[in-house]
């Protein structure tokens, strides 16, 4: 048994198919997928446009012009 202490790694990734594979082997990592309901892309385009002056509607209006 090793006595190295682990150390977490995140990652973020669009394309989990092209991650180096001894990393994404059974029991190396835990995978979680993110598939943000239409709120939470307005509020993540929200945060994102808030020191732009972007009205909330605009926001609306680009998340709803880009469904998924």
């Known amino acids: ?3 190295c202490r682990r150390t977490p790694v995140a990652v973020t990734k669009n394309d989990v198919s092209t991650l180096y ?3 994404g082997r059974d029991g190396r990592m835990d995978k979680f ?3 943000p309901v239409r ?3 307005v509020g993540v385009c ?3 446009f808030r ?3 972007i009205c909330c509607d605009v926001v609306v209006r680009l998340v709803d012009a ?3």
Do not use: K, V
């Open 1 to 3: 048994m090793c006595s």
């Open 21 to 23: 594979a001894p990393l």
């Open 33 to 35: 997928y993110w598939a």
């Open 39 to 41: 709120a939470d892309r």
């Open 46 to 48: 929200t945060g994102i």
């Open 51 to 53: 020191g732009d002056g």
């Open 66 to 68: 880009f469904p998924g």
